[in-house]
């Protein structure tokens, strides 16, 4: 299945986090570049995320894709205090080849990708299929592509 996952990182040292978390997936297929860019909600005074896309080839399905996902942050010692805040590796599903997802704690494709910037600017990088062809003058958020990854 075809699987795009959005990661990000504004604590500690976020490449390494990104880094890890990218090394340790199976079947990938293609990361985008490397994006930093300013937080988007949430509290005031976070420093800026580094952002990616990572395109996954894989037999799991939605659920067990969300549990890979949980277990990147756990390993990177993400702590869950406040919606939008300050973490150390957020992943996110942004879309999976198997269809919608509706459900009370999994919402697939990603109910706010198309806001913002920082998940589509990568994510038209690897797959301009999934992106509308607007997609700049209606997402927010200001991103920098900062360099391969």
Do not use: K
Request: proline share 9%; hydrophobic share 40%; net charge negative.
């Amino acid at each position: 299945m075809r699987a795009f996952l959005g990661m990000g990182s504004n604590l500690g040292d976020r490449d390494a986090f990104l880094r890890e978390a990218v090394g340790s997936l199976a079947g990938v297929v293609a990361v985008s570049g490397l994006y930093e860019t300013d937080p988007v909600g949430g509290p005031g005074g976070q420093g800026p995320y580094l952002n990616l896309v990572v395109e996954l080839d894989t037999p799991l399905t939605a659920r067990e894709l969300l549990g890979v996902c949980h277990r990147l942050e756990s390993g990177a010692g993400r702590v869950r205090d406040e919606r939008w805040g300050p973490r150390t590796l957020d992943v996110d599903i942004l879309w999976v080849e198997s269809g919608p997802v509706d459900e009370p704690d999994l919402q697939i494709p990603h109910p706010r990708m198309h806001e913002r910037r920082f998940v589509m600017a990568p994510l038209a990088e690897l797959a301009p299929d999934l992106v509308p062809p607007d997609w700049n003058d209606r997402t927010e958020g200001r991103v920098r592509h900062v360099g391969s990854f």
